[in-house]
């Protein structure tokens, strides 16, 4: 199953951290989008413990 992208996050950033982040994102052919779904994905990952995740969370992709 794939995972459902219809949630908005929205968050404060510096702008010129934002301005390098999307600067970085976009030489690697990257979204920010994309990029900040997989570094939550793999926090999710790493901090969960026991409980039960997806089998789209659980994926390394």
């Keep these: 199953m794939k995972e459902n992208r219809t ?3 929205t968050l404060l950033i510096d702008p ?3 301005k390098i982040f ?3 994102c976009a030489s690697k052919d990257l979204t920010a989008s994309q990029v900040v779904r997989r570094m939550i994905r793999k926090y999710i990952q790493e901090n969960a413990g ?3 995740l997806p ?3 659980e994926d390394n992709d």
């Design 7 to 9: 949630a908005r996050l």
């Design 16 to 18: 010129e951290k934002k």
């Design 22 to 24: 999307e600067e970085i």
């Design 50 to 52: 026991s409980r039960k």
């Design 55 to 57: 089998a789209w969370l």
